[in-house]
């Protein structure tokens, strides 16, 4: 009976998810075959794994937060963040070993960590902003993004430093999310169109409609995201593109253990 909102990856296998209307999460060790349900210490907007912690955010205005090494024994530490956003918290995100919070503050704000316990304040170069969603990159680099804006910023040393760019559109609700080198923002609202980033080059491409991307995960090759007008239905993004003018597609030759299949020019 509970509304299922969020759910995060932490040591192999393990997986939890939260209950935006209940303080219980649901906790699997076996890569969600089997799930066990725990409490957590308050109702809360976000789960994410660093540093070897579970760490939730309680959807309030408050600088207090949890963590659990564990997870899965209903135990968690009451933490303190060096400041509390004004509303709550917009966006979290956990990736390639950096968290980094944005707060639901006019001031442009961000907190960053690498182990779940120290937090780092950083602020932006563009102010006043809510920062709605955040990114990090295999090589580290962290990307922020707006609402409704086309103006984000990267840092490419922790949040000391910020630049920003320009999107082709802007999203009034969307997940960023890290696939390899490269960044991909999904919207979640049916514009049919979603953000490829390298560097500061965005990119806009098409997608099918109907996709919910407060929802969408990745990893190195793939980008997976619901559909919400389309029961049952998932929409799955290949990292790897061709220009079908001028380029030939690479195809993915399932082969058996011991044989690599490879193009020779």
């Known amino acids: ?13 393990h997986v939890m998810a939260t209950a935006a209307d209940a303080a219980v999460a649901a906790y699997s060790t076996d890569s969600g075959a089997t799930w066990t349900q725990r409490t957590t210490p308050v109702f809360f907007k976000f789960i994410i794994y660093v540093g070897g912690l579970w760490i939730v955010i309680p959807d309030t ?5 949890y963590t659990s090494p564990s997870g899965d024994d209903g135990s968690w530490t009451t933490r303190t963040l060096p400041a509390a956003p004004t509303h709550f918290f917009y966006g979290a995100v956990a990736q390639n070993g950096t968290a980094v919070l944005c ?12 182990d ?3 937090w780092t304040q950083r602020t932006t170069p563009v102010t006043p902003v809510a920062w709605l969603g955040a990114a990090v990159n295999s090589s580290g680099h962290i990307y922020i993004f707006q609402d409704s804006a086309t103006t984000a910023c990267i840092s490419t040393d922790a949040g000391a430093n ?7 559109r802007g999203f009034s609700n969307m997940s960023a999310v890290s696939s390899g080198d490269e960044v991909i923002v999904v919207p979640a609202n049916d514009t049919a169109k979603y953000l490829r980033i390298t560097g500061t080059t965005a990119t806009q491409y098409d997608m099918p409609s109907g996709v919910y991307g407060r929802g969408a995960s990745a990893n190195a090759t793939h980008v997976i995201a619901p559909r919400t007008t389309s029961a049952n239905s ?7 593109r061709y220009d079908a003018a001028n380029q030939f597609a690479v195809p993915t030759v399932p082969t058996p253990p011991g044989v690599a299949a490879f193009i020779k020019a």
Do not use: Q
């Not at 299922?4 to 192999?12: E, R």
């Not at 707060?103 to 690498?114: A, Q």
């Not at 910020?162 to 082709?168: D, E, G, M, R, V």
């Open 1 to 13: 009976a509970n509304n299922w909102t969020a759910v995060s990856f932490g040591a192999a296998g």
């Open 61 to 65: 205005s408050t600088t207090s937060y």
């Open 103 to 114: 707060y639901g503050s006019y001031n442009g704000w961000v907190l960053i960590s690498t």
């Open 116 to 118: 779940g316990t120290t």
């Open 162 to 168: 910020w630049t920003p760019f320009t999107l082709p």
């Open 234 to 240: 998932i929409v799955r993004i290949g990292r790897y």
